[in-house]
């Protein structure tokens, strides 16, 4: 089944992407014990995700993570009804996955690495003469205490025009806000990192 839907979605290359992802799975599910413990369908449906789009489960091409979340059951039980709790495993597509499927899907030509911009730095962007602009120069040294302000991409369209993507801090703080763990220590911990990486998701 896997390497029929990559064929379908990928064109050639299916044995051996089958057999290098389906050692990453393996090993991604020894080394979890939280995820060991969801259904055997969401953990199958969560490696056929990955023929369909193309991804990798392979830790250092940072596509993706598998994530285990409860869901709440209804059954029946001698003719009562009755509530369960189980758990189930999820794909979660990273930012830098997010980019490659816009890529294979020709949304866009390409995208560079996102910038931070910090406190002190000139920075500028809108709209000149009908096109999208973007100005940004670091300020060294800089202090090291200076705070993020905002975080930007440049994105290459197949016409080879240019655009610029970019998320404030504020808008960021929405973001996290909403997030399922908005104290965990990527967001503690790891602030820049995920500030890169929701710019390129978002």
């Given at each position: 089944?896997?390497?029929?839907?990559?064929?379908?979605?990928?064109?050639?290359?299916?044995?051996?992407?089958?057999?290098?992802?389906?050692?990453h799975f393996?090993?991604?599910?020894?080394?979890?014990?939280?995820?060991?413990?969801?259904?055997?369908?969401?953990l199958y449906g969560c490696f056929l995700d990955v023929a369909v789009n193309g991804l990798s489960f392979d830790p250092s091409m940072r596509h993706l993570?598998?994530?285990?979340?409860?869901?709440?059951?209804?059954?029946?039980?001698?003719?009562?009804?009755?509530e369960r709790?189980?758990?189930?495993?999820?794909v979660q597509i990273s930012g830098t996955g997010e980019l490659l499927l816009r890529m294979k899907q020709g949304q866009i030509k390409y995208a560079d690495n996102?910038?931070?911009?910090?406190?002190?730095?000139?920075f500028k962007s809108g709209t000149r003469n009908n096109a999208v602009y973007l100005?940004?120069?670091?300020?060294?040294?800089?202090?090291?205490?200076?705070?993020i302000i905002a975080c930007y991409i440049k994105i290459t369209?197949?016409?080879?025009?240019?655009?610029?993507?970019?998320?404030?801090?504020?808008?960021?703080?929405?973001?996290?806000?909403?997030?399922k763990d908005p104290n965990s220590k990527a967001w503690t911990d790891g602030l820049p990192g995920m500030f890169q990486t929701k710019t390129i998701k978002h």
């Open positions: 089944r896997f390497k029929n839907l990559y064929l379908t979605f990928n064109g050639k290359g299916a044995e051996r992407y089958y057999e290098a992802e389906k050692f393996g090993k991604i599910l020894q080394e979890n014990t939280k995820l060991q413990g969801c259904t055997k369908l969401s993570y598998m994530v285990p979340y409860k869901h709440k059951v209804t059954y029946k039980d001698q003719g009562v009804t009755k709790w189980e758990e189930r495993a999820q996102p910038v931070l911009v910090y406190e002190g730095d000139i100005e940004h120069e670091a300020n060294y040294p800089r202090n090291e205490n200076a705070p369209r197949n016409d080879d025009t240019v655009d610029y993507k970019v998320l404030t801090m504020g808008e960021l703080m929405k973001i996290r806000a909403f997030s």
